[in-house]
């Protein structure tokens, strides 16, 4: 099995968290930009602590989470541009590469899982 820093979806989602840090570093609304900002650091955070787990279904379990924080992700993103924090071409580039990885991260689980099938 590969380290989590060979994954490319943890790559993508690393990326993804350190951008977001730096397009909100000047943002006076903290409670926004810690929510936003610690749901992007969730995902790659999660593949990272599944991989590091003995078991397979430990290691689903962790790569589910940062599915569901890419959907939060999401969520946070759309209200961002909702409320112009966010403008329009960053979110939509923002929102169609969570959806990239919440792909990614589905096809992960479904590869682990099968595993011990």
Not at 65 to 79: D, N, P, V
Not at 94 to 106: A, D, I
Request: glycine share 6%.
């Amino acid at each position: 099995m590969a380290r989590f820093e060979d994954l490319e979806v943890w790559k993508r989602a690393a990326r993804l968290s350190a951008d977001l840090y730096k397009f909100f570093s000047d943002l006076k609304d903290f409670g926004f930009k810690d929510q936003i900002t610690r749901c992007g650091l969730s995902i790659p955070s999660n593949v990272a602590e599944g991989y590091e787990r003995l078991s397979n279904k430990e290691k689903s379990n962790f790569i589910n989470y940062a599915k569901g924080s890419a959907g939060e992700l999401r969520t946070q993103i759309y209200i961002g541009m909702d409320i112009g924090y966010i403008d329009s071409e960053q979110g939509k580039q923002w929102v169609k590469e969570t959806e990239e990885l919440s792909r990614m991260l589905h096809s992960l689980i479904k590869s682990i899982q099968s595993r011990d099938s």
